[in-house]
């Protein structure tokens, strides 16, 4: 369908704008393997995907159709806190527009309406999910299963944030094995519209694919107003991936 | 002193028990530990050339090695820990061969290879004369949590250090460190030399790595820097004028000269004016690769390399060392404590360099997990077989005219090198010739 840069592509069903946020100072745990499944199966589908990392001291780029933001330390999220602030609005416009979004662990967090530090201070975050994270000083670590409205999702917790949902927000999955948002009412992420949190890296999308197509699906529909006309994938690797993680993990 | 003896001894006891059931290396140092806590306190502190720790992610093993060869080579008579054994409860059980009962060790000097955070605990018994800090990378996050967190382990070391540090002058997590040290605690720095600063991506990840106002050290003359000749030669500058080298290390690779390099500099801060070039070079050249850390086998007439890998940076190494000889390959992932639970780090490597080749079999515990992340790097993957030991089997069976190489996590590497060991007549894990 184009040519970019003097280089023919075969005929392509349509071109897909990825914008991977804050690639370096949040995607510490492999987060990056999103963007890379993500980019990888819109290939195998037949369209054309396109990669824009975004780094802080930029504009955010008005015209994504899927985004992806990762976990990062302390000191990452320090670094990210002002771009955040100062692209909140456009970020909030694209949510509100429908644009699909994947927030992991730190990201997730940020996009909550705060994060309170142990020492009791409260860190504004961009409020697209109604939720709010509590400092801890001990950590959530090990691996997790959900079941989601994807079927059952696999991936692996390691945060020290504790979050809670506010009343009508609803979760991602709810836990069958490991701690989830707080360890304590089962539930684990969030999703507003078509923007979903999560602690769970693994990374999350290529160990469920069926997730990451109707990520796919979502910005396919959206960007090109047309319905997602599916490729043939073999996903048998990744489904025996996550099923033996599954029978690993939940007791019957 | 009484309480010592007692610990000597049933140290002794536990360690003769578990020998005879075949078991691990921690319970007699647990044993030692209840009955006198001052244990390590006793046997160490009083060593007249000092207690030296090795630490940082990646190389421990190799490097402590190789200072413990340079050091024996100027006549010294050294203790070490194993391989493997890098708790404090590890280092007691490996003292309790040879310790008297007076609970004192017999040696000129400690040198020992500890875990990022037992280097603290260590560090609480008895205060390292000497601290080697080598790098901070990502490894195994679900237990050190983050990499600001290790850098801070390694500063704390730095601070309980009481005579000399070595600091890795290209890593910015390490080098920082030089601020942290104790008045009158002398830094030594090692690295690369600057005519090949555009291989250290290859020795460290760029990208959890920030450009900040913090100015490196200019490396002095009492610093050493590696100078590669080719891709096996080399040589250790100090200055202008003093150069240990050239020489030809046994385990292949940049890490493993980086390695030397660390140990070289470490070696003259410890030995100052006896330090002999030559002997330094005459003993790194005749150490062999630890177990799993680029070991040769011969399987069957052809040559078999196991590769431990443990985290984004150790493994980056690795594909970069053997990339360049592409052989028939395996790769075996655990995700059992050792290993690091999570595998998510697989994500932060490039496979790329597989690509031509293809990956004949995936195995270990998390063998799927490992053959979807190379379907995303458009590596080619013939068969997953989870199971090690049928794994291992199909690999020598089905290559066997063939060299072959295996990658693998900590876990799989103890399991594959066992079955090996039978079928080939190795040595095994607490023989390997020091």
Partial sequence: MSADNGHIETASKGRIKVVHIYPREMSIYGDLGNTRALASRLRWHGYEPVVHQHHPGNDFPTDAHLVLGGGGQDSGQARVENDLAHNAEALRALAADSTPMLMICGMYQLFGNAFITVEGERLPGIGILDVTTQGNAKRMIGPVVLRTAFGDVVGYENHSGSTQLAPGQQPFGTVRSGMGNNGADGTEGAVTGNVFGSYLHGPLLPANPSFADALIKMAVERALGEPFLPGRIDDEIADQARTRQVRRLVRR | ?434
């Avoid at chain 2, 603290?120 to 996050?141: C, E, G, I």
């Avoid at chain 2, 890795?168 to 090692?190: E, L, M, Q």
């Avoid at chain 2, 979807?372 to 790097?377: I, S």
């Fill in chain 2, 1 to 434: 002193m009484l309480r010592t003896s007692l610990a000597v001894l049933a140290g002794k006891a536990a360690r003769a028990a578990s020998r005879l059931r075949g078991g691990g290396s921690a319970l007699p140092g647990l044993v030692v530990e209840t009955v006198d806590p001052r244990f390590l306190t006793h046997a160490l502190a009083h060593l007249p050339r000092g207690v030296v720790v090795v630490t940082g992610t990646n190389g421990k093993t190799t490097t402590t090695k190789m200072l413990v060869a340079i050091l024996r080579e100027h006549g010294l008579t050294v203790f070490t820990n194993p391989t493997g054994s890098n708790f404090t409860r590890g280092v007691i059980s490996s003292m309790l061969a040879e310790i008297p009962l007076s609970g004192r060790l017999r040696a000129d000097i400690a040198v020992l290879e500890l875990d990022e955070a037992h280097a603290l605990k260590f560090a609480a018994a008895v205060k390292p004369t000497h601290s080697l800090l080598l790098n901070v990378a990502r490894d195994q996050l679900d237990r050190f949590a983050e990499i600001d967190h290790t850098a801070k382990l390694l500063a704390d070391l730095a601070e309980q250090t009481t005579t000399g540090v070595v600091l890795n002058i290209d890593d910015s997590f390490v080098s920082r460190i030089a601020d942290r040290v104790r008045d009158g605690v002398k830094v030594t720095y090692f690295g690369v030399d600057p005519s090949i600063a555009d291989r250290l991506p290859e020795l460290q990840e760029a990208d959890v790595r920030f450009e900040d106002d913090f100015i490196p050290p200019q490396p002095t003359d009492a610093d050493g820097l590696l100078k590669p000749h080719d891709e096996r030669s080399f040589e250790v500058r100090f200055g202008h004028n003093e150069l240990v080298g050239p020489m030809v290390l046994k385990q292949r690779g940049l890490a493993a000269m980086i390695n030397a390099t660390a140990a070289t500099a470490t070696a003259r801060v410890l030995l100052s004016k006896s330090f002999r070039a030559l002997d330094a070079v005459a003993a790194l050249e005749r150490v062999e690769p630890p177990f799993g850390r680029g070991e040769v086998i011969d399987a069957d007439g052809q040559p078999l390399e196991l590769v431990l890998v443990k985290n984004p940076a150790g493994f980056t190494v690795a594909l970069s060392t053997y990339g360049n000889a592409p052989v028939t390959t395996m790769v075996a992932i655990n995700d059992n404590y050792a290993d690091g639970r999570d595998v998510s780090w697989l994500y932060d490597v490039s496979f790329e360099s597989l690509r031509d080749k293809g990956v004949a079999l995936t195995s270990g515990v998390r063998a799927y997990d490992m053959a979807l992340r190379l379907k995303y790097d458009d590596v080619a993957v013939t068969e997953v077989e989870p199971d090690l030991g049928v794994g291992l089997e199909r690999f020598l069976t089905a290559y066997r005219s063939e060299p072959k190489r295996i990658f693998c996590t900590y876990t799989a590497m103890m399991a594959l090198r066992r079955t090996l060991a039978a079928r080939y007549g190795l040595a095994n894990f607490g023989e390997e010739p020091a």
